[in-house]
């Protein structure tokens, strides 16, 4: 699986001054950067090392999340 195809996001941080870019597959990375695109190019190239090392260790590797942030659940009221 490619870095690319997962769900990224980049949001200013006002407290740190920069831009954090976090991906959902993976919630515990998340990276830093002058810009939006630096934050989420920094993210990308840490999620390609994560993906390539367990693909070697023969670990499993988070599918491409399917459902919108932020959805409703049905059947809930």
């Known amino acids: 699986m ?3 195809q997962y769900t990224y996001e980049a949001m200013w941080s006002e407290e740190e001054r920069t831009y954090i870019a976090r ?3 993976f919630p ?6 002058d810009s939006r695109g630096s934050s989420l190019r920094a993210l990308r190239s840490v999620v390609d090392a ?5 693909a070697v ?3 499993e590797i988070p599918a491409q999340a ?12």
């Open 2 to 4: 490619s870095a690319a």
């Open 23 to 25: 991906v959902r597959e």
């Open 28 to 33: 515990a990375l998340e990276a830093r950067g």
């Open 50 to 54: 994560v993906v390539k090392d367990l």
């Open 57 to 59: 260790a023969g670990e």
């Open 66 to 77: 399917t459902e919108k942030k932020g959805g409703q659940q049905k059947g809930k009221k």
